[in-house]
C-alpha cells in the first residue's frame, strides 16, 4: 500500500512540474511573432520564423493550447487511481 502513494505521489510531482513548460511549449507553438510583431497563424504570412507551428486556421491554435488542460486531467486521474487502489488494497474501499 505504501508503495503505491509514495510511487503515485511521484508521479503526480513529476507530472505537476510539467505542465508549466509544456503550457508555455504549447504557446510558442501555436503563435509565433513575425519580424514586425504581428503574430503569425499561417504558412501564407510572409516574415515569419522557422521555429513555430503556423496554423492555417486560428481554431487549431484553440484546440492546440488546450494541450495542458487535458494534460492536467490525466495527473489528475492518475491521483485518483493511486488513491483509490491504495484504499481498496487497505480495505477501506
Known amino acids: 500500500m505504501i508503495n503505491n502513494l509514495i510511487g ?8 505537476v512540474s510539467l505542465i508549466g513548460p509544456i503550457a508555455e ?8 511573432a513575425n519580424s514586425t510583431g ?8 510572409g516574415g515569419c520564423a522557422d521555429a513555430g507551428l503556423y496554423l492555417t486556421a486560428s481554431w487549431g491554435a484553440t484546440v492546440l493550447k488546450m494541450v495542458p488542460g487535458f494534460f492536467a486531467l490525466g495527473i489528475l486521474g492518475i491521483g ?3 488513491t483509490y487502489s491504495s484504499l481498496q ?3 477501506v474501499v
Open 89 to 91: 488494497d487497505a480495505g
Open 25 to 32: 511549449q504549447v504557446n510558442v507553438a501555436a503563435t509565433s
Open 8 to 15: 503515485g505521489f511521484v508521479a503526480i510531482l513529476i507530472g
Open 38 to 45: 504581428s503574430t503569425c497563424t499561417s504558412v501564407s504570412q
Open 80 to 82: 485518483i487511481a493511486v
